[in-house]
């Protein structure tokens, strides 16, 4: 059941652009792989491409993961071949498995694969501090926006400045949602000349959930199509 829930399509890839933050296009090449001065680069989420015009909950997880990278001076393709290891160990979306995040035997394979590959510290998922081996800062950022279920992905955070907005494969068709309530309706709405204290009252939030809501949408609307 819970692999069945990580294979779920449910996204387009202008989906996962706007919804983690990407440039238009960003997810099709990280999942399809790109052509560039005649050489193709290969997937970095997908082990090779497969012409599907969608996306699964857990190619979206992990498209997350890869999207706290997008502010770094640093290529994510460079991940690709700890990513294909990480398959070996942890099975399909290894980036959406709580091992990975929450085991001490799961972080240990992560160095030793990290070691294997020569992945690049800016580009490492675990570290060494103080003697202790924890998820680097841009894991941990990524680990506070997930809540795992079953040992997987089970609900995700596309933006953790808006904790309230939620996005769960078994709910609003995946996308993000506060309470069940669709942001892009409330915010639709919002625009359309319906009062934040009417929404509220109409879809049983709080104001400050209905501000949340539209807070998101202009994010994913304007920053994240810059």
Do not use: C
Request: hydrophobic letters at 40%.
């Amino acid at each position: 059941m819970a692999d069945s829930l990580l294979d779920r399509a449910i996204y387009s890839y202008a989906d996962v652009d706007r919804l983690v933050g990407l440039h238009s296009g960003t997810a099709r090449r990280w999942l399809e792989g790109y052509e560039r001065a005649g050489q193709f680069y290969d997937p970095v989420l997908r082990p090779e491409p497969t012409g599907a015009d969608f996306v699964t909950w857990g190619e979206m997880v992990e498209a997350r993961l890869l999207a706290e990278f997008r502010n770094r001076d640093v290529a994510v393709q460079r991940m690709r071949p700890a990513v294909v290891q990480l398959r070996k160990e942890f099975g399909p979306y290894p980036l959406a498995h709580a091992r990975l995040f929450l085991d001490v035997e799961g972080r240990e394979l992560v160095r030793v694969v990290q070691d294997q590959v020569g992945l690049e510290r800016r580009l490492q998922l675990v570290v060494v501090r103080n003697g202790q081996l924890v998820l680097a800062d841009t894991a941990e950022r990524f680990r506070s926006a997930v809540e795992f279920d079953g040992g997987i992905a089970g609900r995700l955070k596309p933006d953790l400045r808006t904790p309230d907005v939620v996005m769960d494969p078994r709910r609003a068709f995946g996308q993000p949602a506060i309470r069940n309530v669709r942001t892009d309706s409330l915010a639709e709405d919002y625009r359309a000349g319906t009062s934040r204290d009417v929404l509220a009252d109409l879809y049983d939030l709080s104001a400050e959930q209905v501000d949340a809501a539209i807070r998101f949408e202009l994010i994913a609307g304007s920053e994240r199509a810059a």
